[in-house]
């Protein structure tokens, strides 16, 4: 595999796309495919089964596009598929996300955490251990957010109606006294700028995207498949409809960009 190959990503949408921001800012030269299935967002809300199916088909597009390495650039992803593709890829560098409960559980001075993601993240058993392994001092109090990744999606990152939804899941984990919020959704971080707006500055806001493009430079380093010189202009594909990504990719990945048809 040459190591000027390019990376795959790829999420339920277009929330994977926070997590591409940060490889692009640590990892300037490398190539970035993503894929947005955006056909069949939400995953939150579907089975285990069907988002598997989803990681086999997304994975297989991305490797026959040449990709050295895949991000399961999405927690309810990750939760049902990253297990079942390291079985399928062996040898392949694959980096999935979870929840950021450890940096959370050492941030907290209250006690009291609590975790926005989605229903299918916060009912696995994927979730369940890593709390059974980093939480166990602290509270956590987990909140599922249906209908934030609609919005997030339909690029309302500030509209009156994301800004009640989110209030209406935000106020109850501020008076059950959390000081740290796990945004536990790739989506999430796109609406960071609002949730800030409606949590006091003392409440710490965690999300993983910037460790996981670490890993993938990890990953990439031990196997000596880091890339050197120029990459290549980051390439999308959709499920949904193209252009609609199109029309959001200057506001979420910050400069426009051809989406095509997922095949
Ligand atoms: N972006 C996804 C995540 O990180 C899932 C959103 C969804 O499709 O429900 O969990």
Redesign the pocket.
């Known amino acids: 595999m040459p190591s000027n190959a390019p990376i795959g990503v790829f ?3 277009v ?2 796309l926070s997590v591409l921001r940060e490889m692009r800012a640590l990892l300037p030269n490398e190539s970035l495919l993503y894929i947005a ?1 955006s056909g ?7 089975s285990p089964e069907f988002i598997r199916e989803r990681c086999r088909v997304l994975a297989e597009l991305l490797l026959a596009q040449g990709a050295k390495a895949l991000v399961l ?6 939760v049902a598929g990253v297990a079942e593709l390291r079985e399928l890829y062996p040898q392949l560098p694959l980096v999935g ?1 979870e929840p950021a409960v450890k940096p959370a559980a050492a941030a907290t001075q209250s006690g009291v955490v609590g975790v926005l ?2 229903t ?2 916060l009912k696995s058993a994927k979730f369940a251990a890593l709390l059974d392994r980093f939480a166990s001092d602290v509270r956590v109090i987990t909140q599922p957010c249906p209908g934030l ?1 609609e919005c997030i999606e339909a690029g309302e990152l500030d509209s009156l109606a994301t800004r009640q939804l989110l209030q209406g899941f935000v106020t109850p984990l501020l008076d059950q006294g959390c000081d740290t919020l796990i945004l ?5 971080p796109f609406i960071k700028p609002l949730l800030r707006t409606l949590v006091p500055d003392s409440i710490s806001l965690i999300d993983t995207g910037a460790a996981v493009a670490r890993q993938v430079q990890r990953l990439l380093a031990q196997a000596d498949l880091l890339a050197s010189g120029q990459a290549q202009p980051a390439q999308f594909w959709s499920s949904g409809d193209p252009a609609a990504m199109q029309r959001i990719l200057p506001l979420l990945w910050g400069e426009p960009g051809a989406v095509r048809a997922l095949p």
């Open positions: 999420d339920s949408g929330g994977g299935d069949h967002v939400p995953y939150g809300e579907k650039a999405c927690n309810t992803a990750t996300m993601a989605t299918g993240t990744v536990g959704c790739t989506h999430y």
